[in-house]
């Protein structure tokens, strides 16, 4: 079965410096992977998603993440923090079956920003 | 285009009722997924319906059931309920381009079981 961890349940960041947040998964295949996030009382809202080809992927928000397969990692970065993205960041991988995906979370990366 | 809808948006039970959460599926989507997530944790995979069948289940016991009409909205029942089952529920839609694969995520409903 997979598995997604965050290490990192909360983060604290000056506004314009840069972040990294960390995910490793355990999956038995080519993994299909995402990062979320969620402000409060809000739904998710999908960040950037990986399939295949270039393991460097662009998403909204300025954010990007690395796909290292030999680590399994799947780490989101930004190079300037802006106050705004201070929310709970989720990272998943999914199972795919017939009609779609089941998505397996991590715990959440809970990302606060400093003035 | 419009997105995924939930309602209600906050339900208070007490332990032992049972209740019921529905989800509007976003325009062109035929694949509908609940998610639970309690407080402070990531969401967990409750099952998905796809042309109104049951399509995958995670780890739920039955109490946890749903169903998806023919327009693709959705509704998921729990019975018997206790505390635990106190969070938030998070329904995601998505069409069965697999290798599409985004979910698009509604607000989610917050149930409280007292």
């Known amino acids: 079965a997979q598995s997604v961890t965050q290490p990192d349940i909360h983060i604290t960041v000056s506004e314009g410096a840069s972040l990294e947040l960390r995910c490793n998964y355990s999956?038995?295949?080519?993994?299909?992977l995402f990062w979320y996030v969620q402000s409060p009382g809000q739904g998710l809202q999908l960040l950037l998603k990986?399939?295949?080809?270039?393991?460097l992927v662009q998403g909204i928000k300025g954010f990007e993440a690395e796909f290292k397969r030999s680590q399994s990692s799947f780490n989101l970065r930004k190079p300037s923090v802006h106050w705004s993205d201070a929310a709970e960041y989720f990272c998943?991988?999914?199972?795919?079956?017939?009609?779609?995906?089941?998505?397996?979370f991590g715990g959440g990366t809970r990302l606060m920003v400093k003035p | 285009e419009t997105g995924v809808t939930q309602s209600p948006t906050h339900l208070i039970k007490t332990r032992g009722q049972q209740v019921t959460l529905r989800c509007s599926s976003q325009?062109?989507?035929?694949?509908v997924s609940w998610y639970q997530q309690a407080l402070g944790q990531g969401p967990q995979f409750i099952f998905q319906?796809?042309?109104?069948?049951?399509?995958g289940r995670g780890n739920f016991p039955p109490r946890f059931s749903g169903l998806q009409f023919p327009n693709y909205s959705s509704e998921l029942n729990v019975n018997a309920l206790e505390l635990d089952d106190s969070a938030l529920y998070l329904c995601a839609s998505s069409s069965e381009d697999r290798f599409s694969n985004e979910q698009f995520f509604g607000p989610g409903t917050r149930l409280t079981v007292l």
């Open positions: 998943a991988v999914a199972a795919l079956n017939n009609a779609g995906n089941m998505l397996t």
């Open positions: 999956y038995g295949a080519t993994p299909y």
């Open positions: 990986y399939f295949s080809g270039d393991t």
């Open positions: 319906y796809y042309r109104e069948e049951e399509n």
């Open positions: 325009s062109g989507h035929n694949t």
